[in-house]
C-alpha cells in the first residue's frame, strides 16, 4: 500500500528566509506527487505536481519541488517565504493506475512565519 | 469557472441522526471524491464516484456512504452519527480517469463542510 510521511509536524521560520517542507512516500512504482496547501478554514489548493521528466517541478506562489526517486523524496521548498505562506502543507501521492481521487495524503506540515 | 462548491459549510448534529452534504464538482468534471479531515487521522479517503459509480472506497463503515448524480453532483451520508464523526469533509473534483491525461490525476477541492456531532 502506498503511504506518506511528513516528519515534520510543525516547522517555523522567519519572513524571507527559504524554506525546505520533506516528503518521503512508499510505493512500487513511481507514483504521482502532489503538494497542497490549506488555510485554516479552506479545503486544499494545489501547488504543484510531478508526473514525469523533469524532476524539478515549479508551481504557483514561487514553490517548487525535487522528486527524487533514490530518497524516495518530493521536498517542497521556497527560497524567500512571505507571511502569507503561513498554512497547513500536505504532501500527497495517488497510483499511477487509478484517478487521483483516491490520493494518500501525509499528516501535513503546519508553517509558521516569524515577522 | 466556479470552484467545487460544498454544502451546507457548517452544521451541528447530535449522536444517532443522519447528515446529508452535497457536492457540486467544477464543471466539465466527472470524478468526485470526499475525503474525512480531523486532527487525529488527518486526510482520509471516504470514496470516489464517477459517472455515478463508486469506483474506489476508503476503509469506513457502511453509516458512511454516497452517490452521484447524472451532472456529477454528489451527496455523502453518514448515518447514525458518532462523536468521532466530528470532522470536515472534503469533497474533491477531477477529471476522467483516462490514463495519459494528466490533469485527470489533479484534485481541485471545495471550502469544506465542518460537521459537529453532539
Known amino acids: 500500500a502506498q503511504s506518506v510521511t511528513q516528519p515534520d509536524i510543525h516547522i517555523t521560520v522567519s519572513e524571507g528566509a527559504s524554506l525546505e517542507l520533506r516528503c518521503n512516500y512508499s510505493?512500487?512504482?513511481?507514483?504521482?506527487l502532489f503538494w497542497y496547501v490549506q488555510s485554516p478554514g479552506q479545503g486544499l489548493q494545489l501547488l504543484l505536481k510531478?508526473?514525469?521528466?523533469?524532476?524539478l517541478v515549479q508551481g504557483i506562489k514561487g514553490f517548487e519541488a525535487e522528486f527524487k526517486r533514490s530518497q524516495s523524496s518530493f521536498n517542497l521548498r521556497k527560497p524567500s517565504v512571505h507571511w502569507s505562506d503561513a498554512a497547513e502543507y500536505f504532501c500527497?501521492?495517488?497510483?499511477?493506475?487509478?484517478?487521483?481521487?483516491?490520493?494518500?495524503f501525509g499528516d501535513g506540515t503546519t508553517l509558521t512565519v516569524k515577522p | 469557472k466556479a470552484g467545487v462548491t460544498q454544502t451546507p459549510r457548517y452544521l451541528i448534529k447530535t449522536r444517532g441522526q443522519q447528515v446529508t452534504l452535497s457536492c457540486s464538482p467544477i464543471?466539465?468534471?466527472?470524478?468526485v471524491s470526499w475525503y474525512q479531515q480531523t486532527p487525529g487521522q488527518g486526510l482520509q479517503f471516504l470514496f470516489e464516484?464517477?459517472?455515478?459509480?463508486?469506483?474506489n472506497k476508503g476503509n469506513f463503515p457502511g453509516r458512511f456512504s454516497g452517490r452521484q448524480f447524472s451532472n456529477s453532483r454528489s451527496e455523502m451520508n453518514v448515518s447514525t452519527l458518532e462523536l468521532g464523526d466530528s470532522a470536515l469533509y472534503l469533497c474533491?473534483?477531477?477529471?476522467?480517469?483516462?490514463?495519459?491525461?494528466?490533469?485527470?490525476?489533479?484534485?481541485?477541492f471545495g471550502a469544506g463542510s465542518r460537521l459537529t456531532v453532539l
Open positions: 464516484y464517477f459517472s455515478e459509480t463508486q469506483r
Open positions: 510531478y508526473f514525469s521528466g523533469d524532476t
Open positions: 464543471s466539465g468534471h466527472r470524478s
Open positions: 510505493y512500487g512504482a513511481t507514483p504521482y
Open positions: 474533491a473534483s477531477s477529471l476522467s480517469g483516462d490514463r495519459g491525461l494528466s490533469g485527470a490525476n489533479v484534485l481541485t
Open positions: 500527497a501521492v495517488a497510483p499511477h493506475n487509478t484517478n487521483a481521487g483516491k490520493s494518500t
